[in-house]
């Protein structure tokens, strides 16, 4: 076997080594570094105006805080237990924060909401009566109350509320309030009502009269009218009293056997 001289080995060696580096001579390449171009660049948001408003009054702020929670703190504004805050503390920041101090918690209960009444006047109804033309219904809300702190005064406040079902209006004709009722318009009614209740038609007599001229309820319920002659104005109750007048045919002795003699005075 043929011995190689040890230079030749050497010589070899280097040979193949510059093969594996890229091949021919030179020095080999370095191993390149990949850079990423389009990583994002932090940096600390720039200071923005934010106005805060608590209980109504307006402070202006420099804030780098993008949360609501965040421009509070850098305010040096603390909350309460119980103070609300809108937009809500974990939400976004924007040009406004409203705070509303509470001294208690809120409670929230259910309120309902009269129906209202819409009169529409017809002529064929009778004079000072109704008739419905559809039922009202009331409606409901969700109510949150709270106290709160109001010129140095803690005070009960309605802090939201919010509207669960509107109501329904309740329809009711109306006949005219005032109507001719023959020769009795023509009478004394003033001097009646002075002599049977000093012109008062809210007197009401515990014997069970009311009004201006003292009505019983069954003789008012027996020309028309409706719950107490006293919660009547003064001009339904002396059209009813003509009324009254003429159903017992001018005999006014069985009404008014005491002051009936002023109606001719």
Known sequence: MRRVPAASAVLVVMVLSATACGGGG???KPRSTVRAA??????APAPRKV??????????TMTTGTTVQ???????????R?????PAREQPAGDTVKVLRLLSKPVTRTVHVPAPTIEKKSSSVPPWSEKELRKGRSGVKIVQTAYVRRKGKKVKAVIAQKVKRKPVARIVAV????????????LNWSGLANCESHGNPKAVNPSGYYGLYQFSLSSWASVGGKGRPSDASAAEQTYRAQLLYNRVNGRWQGQWPVCGKFLFS
């Open 82 to 86: 119980y103070d609300l805050v809108k």
């Open 26 to 28: 030179g020095s080999p």
């Open 70 to 80: 965040q421009v509070l703190e850098q305010a040096g504004l603390r909350l309460g």
């Open 51 to 60: 106005v805060i408003v608590v209980d109504g009054k307006k402070t202006t």
């Open 175 to 186: 006949g005219p309030k005032a109507a001719g009722t023959g020769a009795a318009a023509r």
């Open 38 to 43: 389009d990583a994002p660049r932090t940096s």
